[in-house]
């Protein structure tokens, strides 16, 4: 009995000793570097995407809101309850894109719906990496913040793939090359469809149930759309009997020059010219007219001239449609001509694309059309073609 008491006795005496010893030479017995536990990080949007498993931090720009496996919205937003993020602010192609999951508690601060100025945000987001929409993503965040850190180099934009053929190009080759460019894929809508059409893509940022007015700039309820006094209707900015290609599905019903108006602002217009001067006008505070030209606001002034430098090099007469020309008058009547050519080369270049126009023209290229307007990814080009 006495040795198994003195080995109990030893046993416990040496044990915190024993502990000592084994903390003090464990570091020596570590694995490879590689092995050993290592801090949580935060990941890029590319190594989200590879990694779908487990909780993880990424950092990205917001680029949109996903609606379907690879349809995401970049303007016009129907919901708060999602967003796609990217490692470039002006990534659209959505398999490079994470989609995440905002949950209620969430939707005020971040959902583009109520906050649509938050796209190119810097968005870092910590939750569940899984599959959202049947696409990589990260659902049930439990930390969301806004900030100002770039998350990885920018790369080249897609509209860079998208213009591929029109590079190096300048002059009547660069038009020749973006006409092709703009008319290839291309989806028409009735101009019955254009009124919803323009609920989308010239909806207010600050109040989703309204839609801005091109040259009055109000904001103005989207129930308000048809012919009578207060409401607005559906302006062609290139004026349709210049050309005389009516509504019909084509130059009638394209989006890059339609643009929501009142109803009497846009009689006032008429089928006039733009040029600067004359007197101003009443009901669109900004804008003058005279006999024979209008000349917007300066707010809108640039996109006046991109929408019409666009409809010049998407209807070149050899798809059915005429043959739109911009020229330095005006007086082209009844001719598929528009101008007056100096002055909106001035304006281009005065009013440079706005956040409004941009995702305008995204929202066309991803939800209806399919096709852009080039002047607005590349105002300069312009002056390369009509210059």
Sequence with gaps: MSGLSSHRRVTALTMPALLGLLALFLPLFRGPAGMQPVAATTMTVAQAISSQSGTGTVRGYV?????????????????????AIADSGTERDTSKMLYVQVTSAYRAGFGLQSNP????????????????????????????????????????????VYYAAAAGKSGASLKGALHGIISSGVTTLSYDAVWNALKVTDQDPANSSNVI????????????????????????VWAKSHGDFGTGNGPGTDLHHLRPEDVHVNSERDNKDFDAGGTAVADAPGNRTDSDSWEPRAAVRGDVARMIFYMAVRYEGGDGFPDLEVDDATSGGTAPRLGRLSVLLQWNAQDPPDTFERRRNDTIFSAYQHNRNPFIDHPEWAASIFG
Aim: hydrophobic share 30%.
């Design 117 to 160: 100025g938050r796209v190119g945000a810097v968005l870092t987001v910590t939750g569940s990496l899984t599959a959202y929409f049947s696409h990589p993503g990260l659902k049930s965040p439990t930390a969301m913040s806004f900030g100002t850190a770039t998350p990885t180099p920018t790369p080249t934009g897609s509209t860079d």
């Design 213 to 236: 007015l091109l040259y009055s700039g109000i904001s103005r309820s989207k129930t308000l759309n048809g012919g009578d006094q207060g409401d607005w209707n559906r302006e062609h």
């Design 63 to 83: 680029v949109g809101q996903p609606t379907a496996t690879s349809t995401v919205l970049f303007g016009g937003f129907t919901a708060d309850t999602a967003l």
